[in-house]
């Protein structure tokens, strides 16, 4: 146990985040037009697979991250289609996604690569571990915060971006309207399809990167439902965040740490299964606390940024 | 003239909506627009605002024909439309509200500050003062209002669409607002007004036209009608002479005694001690300033609420304490306060809606006995005049007034000997209104026992034998029929004691 609790597991927790947040933040974004979208985890799913799949076609990890990204924007525009377009339940098109997802990925795992349960390929290679000049130096700090994948930066700036864009420009402010009050966004002659079409792709290309630092980032193989659970977990973490960048970050970084320390606890004298369950047994606890949030902001009496 | 519409008409398939309007507004004038529900007024304005298309007929503005598409081309005309259910964006701020679509900026951010002191200067001139930096869901409904209408003058309009603007404000707030639309006309801006209160719109505005069945049946000066003319030509007949028989009432159908319901967390009291009687054969008019211990008394004796010290009693049976289903058992039918809220389901048809709380007399072994549900569903439409597409037509697509008429059709064909009417006519026409009050008189001459609360102190007056005025949770007195006035009511209601009166 005394091995429990030292730097690299915070280390560790930046990039098993990495995949929650960029889907979490997916998820926040699409929560800000008014759709709630449960397929996180199906797209991540597709995106980890395609990262894979457009590594060993172009032999490139740019060009399979960016394959990946189009395949998911893909899939969300399917999604944007039936939920905006046709105007389905966001959850059923969802859950219908979700699946579609895990039989797909396993089918085309062995129409294309002939292997079932998972593939990994040794001669192919990663993401990239980026050495953050001086700052590697520094004793901690740099234990902590270089030798990432860029994606994990990317997650991070990320954050920052979209929190300036939601609530300091312009077409955020008009994206939050579109949100709160589709009817009277309509009414200002608003395009409200135009904003919800926009955010569900783009966080459809954030589940793609997701999905690509899951299957190209730690490791470089696919595993037939690989994201387990995950992107229910970002769901989570969207909710509780309040579906605002910052917020998503810390209950992202919440389930991402709470996630490495069950790994740690296999080592210990806790059943393996156990431990396994902590993340989600933290989720069910997380959600009791946000229930009563949510009641607070519907009522108005909770600042909705 | 500002704005013409010439020959305006629109079918829906083989109804005809509005046949052959004609509709004009000059500069700085206020017309208004009356006439029951399903008359054509919010179709004629919605093809004004560019959210319908007409099926023949031109629309000329500042001289020049216009076509509409969409709202986005009414806003660019001048056009502005202040919608009944306001369009606003709570969690967001006052002057957020305003400047949205015309957001100052500063690169590509969105310069707040600048629009707050936009949105000052814009309050200032037109005399509609606003805190720019308040979150819209704290601002009380007439300063929503006001948010709305410096949104629609910030848009540049010069024509603002009023639809039912004083319907969900307080007697004050309507007084500010009709000062303010004829201060906005003396600056140059025109309005056009929709409503159903007659007595408001002979108050504000320069014309009236009255629509009806689609036509235009005429329109006057307001300075050369009166009320009673005004709902002649509305209605298309005289409204019957309207008589309060004397009944002499029988014994006590509901008491209630001493009666207290404590604040969620241990505040002051909602209700304060109440008792009040409802006998055979009359109608107990509640009245009161909303928010004082109407809604809580209404719940108490429809079972929805929990007491925490008191009796009530209906029928002769102790029902303290009991559910909803049992209050019902022994006898109450409720026009609930919110028609929408409680008393229909806005995604269900008409006929299901209709039958709400009949189940039991409708159906045999579980099952449901759709002929009978057609046949007495079709009568009570009949007996209300409830104008509807079908049965099966949405509850969503009846005007207010007709769900409304629907709803009291229900709660009446239980026939029990207690009737809670709560609001029966807020927001319903004057041929609607006629319909249900004398349904509610008809039950009252038959012996039944009627608790009216309503926040129409002229519904208070024409209906009640005995009136109460609810001050602050507490019975703050009583008035029987002969000494009620409406100074004696506001006096209490404002909370002077009932000795104080004479």
Not at chain 2, 477 to 485: C, Q
């Amino acid at each position: 146990m005394g091995t429990l609790l030292d730097w690299s597991l915070l280390s560790a927790t930046l990039w098993k985040v990495a995949p929650l947040l960029l889907a979490a933040l997916a998820g926040a974004l699409c929560a800000r037009v008014g759709i709630f979208n449960v397929a996180l985890e199906g797209m991540m799913l597709i995106g980890a697979f395609t990262a894979i799949l457009g590594n060993d076609l172009f032999g490139n990890v740019a060009l399979a991250v960016l394959f990946a990204c189009f395949c998911v924007g893909l899939v969300s525009l399917l999604f944007a289609y039936l939920t905006i377009g046709l105007q389905a339940n966001a959850i059923v098109v969802g859950m219908a996604i979700n699946f579609l997802a895990n039989g797909l990925t396993a089918f085309l795992l062995y129409a294309i690569f002939g292997v079932k349960g998972q593939y990994r390929d040794s001669t192919m290679s990663g993401l990239p571990q980026w050495h953050i000049p001086v700052i590697q130096d520094i004793p901690v700090v740099g234990e902590l915060l270089s030798g990432h994948t860029p994606l994990v930066y990317l997650a991070f700036v990320l954050v920052a971006v979209l929190q300036f864009v939601l609530f300091r420009t312009v077409i955020g402010f008009r994206l939050l309207a579109v949100g709160e009050n589709p009817a009277a966004a309509k009414s200002l002659g608003l395009k409200i399809r135009g904003y919800q079409y926009g955010a569900v792709v783009f966080g459809g290309v954030l589940c793609g990167l997701a999905g690509a630092q899951l299957s190209l980032g730690q490791v470089t193989l696919f595993t037939e439902n690989m994201t387990a659970g995950r992107g229910f977990i970002a769901l989570v973490a969207t909710m509780l965040g309040q579906s605002n960048p910052l917020g998503v970050m810390a209950s992202s970084l919440l389930f991402g740490f709470l996630d490495t320390v069950s790994t740690r606890l296999q080592g210990s004298s806790i059943p393996t299964h156990f431990t396994m369950m902590f993340p989600y047994v933290m989720t069910i606890v997380v959600m009791l606390f946000f229930k009563d949030k949510t009641y607070l902001r519907q009522s108005g009496r909770l600042d909705g940024k | 003239m500002l704005l013409q519409m010439e020959g305006i008409t629109k079918r829906y398939g083989s109804l005809i909506a509005n046949d052959r309007v004609d509709f004009s507004l000059q500069e700085g004038e206020v017309h208004a627009l009356v006439g029951e529900n399903g008359a054509g007024k919010s179709t004629l304005m919605r093809i004004l605002y560019g959210e319908e298309q007409p099926s023949e007929g031109r629309i000329i503005v500042g001289g020049r024909e216009r076509v509409f598409a969409t709202p986005s081309d009414a806003i660019a005309a001048g056009i502005g439309m202040v919608h009944q259910h306001f369009m606003l964006f709570p969690s967001f701020t006052v002057a957020e509200n305003i400047v949205i679509g015309r957001e100052p900026k500063a690169g590509v951010k969105f310069d707040r500050k600048a629009a707050a002191e936009h949105v000052k200067t814009l309050s200032e001139k037109f005399g509609m003062p606003v805190d720019p930096w308040a979150k819209v869901a704290d601002c009380p409904v007439g300063v929503q209002q006001r948010i709305e209408i410096l949104k629609v003058l910030n848009q540049g309009a010069k024509i603002i669409i009023l639809d039912e603007p004083t319907g969900a404000l307080t007697p004050l707030e309507v007084e500010w607002l009709l000062k303010a639309i004829k201060r906005l006309a003396k600056q140059g801006i025109s309005f056009i007004l929709i409503s159903h209160k007659l007595n408001e719109v002979l108050g504000s505005a320069d014309r009236i036209t009255v629509l009806r069945d689609g036509k235009v049946i005429g329109s006057v000066k307001a300075s050369d009608t009166d009320a009673a003319a005004l709902s002649r030509m509305m209605v298309g007949r005289e409204l019957a002479k309207f008589e309060r028989k004397p009944v002499v009432p029988g014994e006590a159908i509901l008491t209630v005694d001493n009666v207290t319901v404590l604040g969620d967390r241990g505040t002051k009291p909602l209700l304060d001690r109440v008792s009040l009687t409802v006998r055979a054969g009359e109608i107990v008019g509640i009245a009161g300033v909303s928010g004082n211990g109407q809604s809580e008394l209404l719940q108490v004796v429809s079972g929805l609420r929990r007491v925490h010290s008191g009796k009530v009693t209906l029928g002769g049976k102790d029902v303290t304490g009991l559910s909803a289903g049992e209050f019902r058992r022994a006898g109450l039918a409720h026009i609930p306060e919110d028609r929408y809220l409680w008393g229909s389901a806005k995604e269900e048809s008409v006929a299901d809606n209709a039958i709400m709380g009949h189940l039991a007399s409708l159906s045999k072994g579980g099952i449901l006995r759709k002929r009978l549900i057609r046949e007495k569903v079709a009568r009570w439409i009949d007996a209300f005049r409830v104008k509807t597409g079908s049965l099966e037509t949405k509850a969503k697509h009846l005007s207010g007034g007709n769900m409304q008429k629907l709803i009291v059709a229900r709660e009446m064909a239980h026939g029990t000997p207690f009737v809670i009417a709560a609001e029966p006519t807020r927001g319903v026409d004057i041929g609607a209104m006629e319909t249900i009050h004398e349904a509610l008189l008809k039950r009252r001459d038959e012996g039944g026992a009627i608790l009216l609360v309503s926040s129409e102190l002229s519904e208070i007056l024409k209906l009640s034998d005995r009136i109460l005025v609810l001050y602050e949770g507490r019975v703050a007195g009583e008035l029987s029929a002969g000494d009620a006035t409406e100074e004696k009511i506001s006096f209490l209601m404002a909370g002077g004691s009932g000795n104080e009166t004479h």
